[in-house]
């Protein structure tokens, strides 16, 4: 079960980070909201250490990938933690 969940975690990571970087540049416009939210994220991810590979049990080598990803999740605001939860909670029961 734990190799289903990271597969899951590691699929809406990559969703995040590449929904984000169409969304800063999005419709043909520089988007400073949206880069402006990626930069705050990524500070506070490379300040407290959040790294979200690690925390689903992945034990990579650095933990650069895993800040700047949890960084990406975290600048889609609360929504998607909302979707990322109750998309493990489905898949416990």
Known sequence: MQGLKQLII???????IWENGKMVWEGGKFSYDKLGALLVALMFAFALQADLLSLVGFTPRH??????GS???????GNI?????????YRRE
């Open 10 to 16: 590691l699929a809406i990571l990559v969703e995040a």
């Open 63 to 68: 933990s650069l990938p895993g800040i700047i």
């Open 71 to 77: 960084a990406f999740i975290i600048s889609r605001g």
């Open 81 to 89: 933690v909302h979707d990322l939860i109750d998309k493990i909670n």
